[in-house]
């Protein structure tokens, strides 16, 4: 989970800096590690969602 997480969010930094490299001549560095700090956070909760939880675990132990 958290090597996918770090790679989706490498190919978001490596996109907008090549992007930013090529349209805008200038890159923004500040704004392109926000979206890739972004990026890895919200595939992290993502990832974290899609597991069930066990709601009679603790229904057992009483």
Known sequence: ???NSIIIAL???VGFTISDLI???KIQW???IGVSV???LIY???EWSKKP???NKNK???
Do not use: P, Q
């Open 38 to 40: 972004f990026t890895f």
């Open 44 to 46: 992290c909760f993502w």
């Open 1 to 3: 989970m958290l090597k």
């Open 11 to 13: 190919f978001f930094f």
């Open 60 to 62: 057992s132990a009483r």
């Open 30 to 32: 500040i704004d392109n």
């Open 53 to 55: 939880y066990d709601w």
């Open 23 to 25: 349209f805008n001549e």
